[in-house]
């Protein structure tokens, strides 16, 4: 295998896969990517076992034929040389890799391409298509809200929920949910809910450009999730389990609606955040006469306030909360003004774009 190439042209590939190769894995093999060069055509394929991301190159110089080597190692190589470098990668009969650029020589260990694990090949069941920004949207407004390592696996992901005219992303921890939806062409669906894994999320995220209208192709069943954009294909099973029912923990008889400037209630929360309690991060909000009033204390009796003016005539009303959790929503929503609902200091609270509920965000509140 003989393989000439510009380190820009296989950087980025590389960087789309490195992600999802393991650091800590129990096969060596895992590892490595995975280099196939047919007829000009150069496949990449970064996998764990769950998820499988494969990237291809066209009109790449050099011999057909295939290998492994160390993901982390040919990425690091490949950035720590100089711009418009030209690689050499040669692979030689006592299986090293010999990488060269310029007078920097490289030798890799390699192993068996045969050996080489990929995910089966699938029937799917439902396919549709959607843009790469929509798609960016509806990972974005919610993914920060998934679980972490919880022993509800099926938090440790975002449902999709999809149905003939739009498309549903709900992520929550248990402590907050975000919910979002797009429309989308009449994809001919029933309603069809899968859960993603949470680094399944996070490695599509990469590739997808939050502006672009590029066509994502979108396949599905009941174990597997296969998104394709150009020479970009991502596979990753899917969560098994049943994620819980989200509309009924959010409140409906909420009667107090505040609707607040989302760039100041940002900068007032970040101030706030500075003496909150660092285990905890528990701010108070305080709204009462058209003002809304931020407060936050720690076990070293330092003390912070601030407040704003905000669109509220209704009865006076103080809450805490995780701000955290606040400003990771906040910075999220995309609209200039917010609507926060409210009922009482032991009721979540919502908010959403003053303008739109397509976007929704809960919180739990704590006692301070």
């Known amino acids: 295998m003989n393989i000439k190439i510009q380190k820009e042209t296989l950087e980025q590939p590389l960087s789309q896969i490195i992600g999802v190769v393991e650091k800590r894995q129990t096969l060596p093999i895992l590892g490595n990517v995975y280099l196939d060069l047919k007829d000009g055509q150069l496949t990449l394929v970064g996998s764990d076992l769950e998820t499988e991301i494969t990237t291809r190159v066209d009109n790449i110089e050099g011999d057909n034929g295939r290998t492994t080597v160390s993901a982390r190692k040919l990425y690091d190589i490949c950035r720590s040389l100089p711009k418009e470098s030209l690689l050499s990668l040669i692979v030689e009969q006592d299986n090293k890799m010999v990488v060269k650029a310029g007078k920097s020589r490289f030798t ?7 050996d080489y694990p990929r995910l089966e090949e699938t ?5 549709f298509s959607l843009s790469q920004k929509s798609l960016n949207q509806l990972l974005t407004r919610t993914s920060f809200s998934m679980a972490q390592q919880d022993v509800r696996y099926f ?19 248990g402590h907050r949910l975000a919910k979002t939806q ?6 001919g669906v029933e309603m069809v809910q899968s859960i993603v894994p949470r680094k399944a999320v996070l490695e599509i995220g990469k590739f997808l450009d939050a502006n672009s209208d590029d066509i994502v192709d979108v396949k599905l069943n009941a174990s597997h999730i296969s998104i394709a954009s150009g020479n970009f294909l991502f596979i990753s099973k899917l969560i098994d389990g049943r994620f819980p029912d989200y509309e009924k923990v959010i409140p409906a008889n909420l009667d107090k609606h505040i609707i607040i400037d989302r760039s100041n209630l940002i900068d007032i929360l970040g101030r ?8 905890f991060r528990g701010v108070s909000l305080s709204v009462d006469n058209h003002t809304l009033e931020v407060r936050s204390h720690n076990p070293d009796q330092e003390h912070a306030k601030d407040e704003m003016e905000v669109d509220y005539a209704g009865p006076a009303i103080e809450i805490g909360f995780n701000v955290n959790y606040l400003l990771e929503a906040l910075k999220a929503c995309e609209s200039d003004k ?9 009721t979540s609270c919502t908010f959403h774009a ?4 397509d976007t929704l965000y809960l919180i739990m509140p704590m006692r301070l």
């Open 155 to 173: 938090l440790n992901g975002l449902l999709l929920e999809i149905h003939d005219d739009h498309i549903v992303s709900v992520a929550t921890d």
């Open 182 to 187: 797009v429309m989308v062409e009449s994809l």
């Open 338 to 346: 917010i609507d926060l609902g409210l009922l009482d200091p032991n």
């Open 354 to 357: 003053a303008e739109s509920n």
């Open 272 to 279: 706030a955040a500075i003496l909150s309690n660092e285990k």
């Open 123 to 127: 029937h799917w069941k439902h396919e």
């Open 108 to 114: 890799l260990q390699t192993l068996s391409a045969e």
